[in-house]
């Protein structure tokens, strides 16, 4: 039995039924948003490509800690895995957006901001 890896369903993977076509590319920008507070816990959660729960309850630990352990003054834009975190910190709020590695992260900072 192959034992799966942690992400393997997770953003950017598409898992669909054979001969499905995976969602077009504009549409799969944002892999996930995400609204955790300055404690750590998650307000809401939306995932825009298929994944396991468990593994959006891995994904959603390991990013809520690296952002909530970075210093108030540093950019808003990470490299995280295969994909850029744009973040956005409002009153006890962090907006937290996954998109592709070529994505524009001003657009997507805009996206969260509006």
């Not at 996930?32 to 959603?60: A, N």
């Not at 834009?77 to 957006?97: H, M, P």
């Amino acid at each position: 039995l192959k034992r799966r890896g942690a992400f393997e369903n997770c953003p950017g993977r598409w898992t669909g039924a054979p001969g499905v076509p995976p969602p077009s590319a504009s549409a799969a920008m944002i892999q996930y948003i995400l609204l955790v507070s300055r404690q750590g816990k998650t307000r809401l959660k939306k995932w825009f490509v298929p994944c396991l729960e468990r593994d959006q309850f891995r994904t959603i630990k390991e990013i809520s800690s690296l952002i909530l352990h970075r210093p108030p003054k540093v950019c808003n834009f990470l490299e995280w895995r295969d994909f850029k975190v744009v973040y956005k910190r409002y009153a006890s709020l962090f907006f937290i957006a996954c998109i592709e590695k070529n994505d524009n992260e001003l657009l997507a900072l805009e996206q969260v901001h509006h």
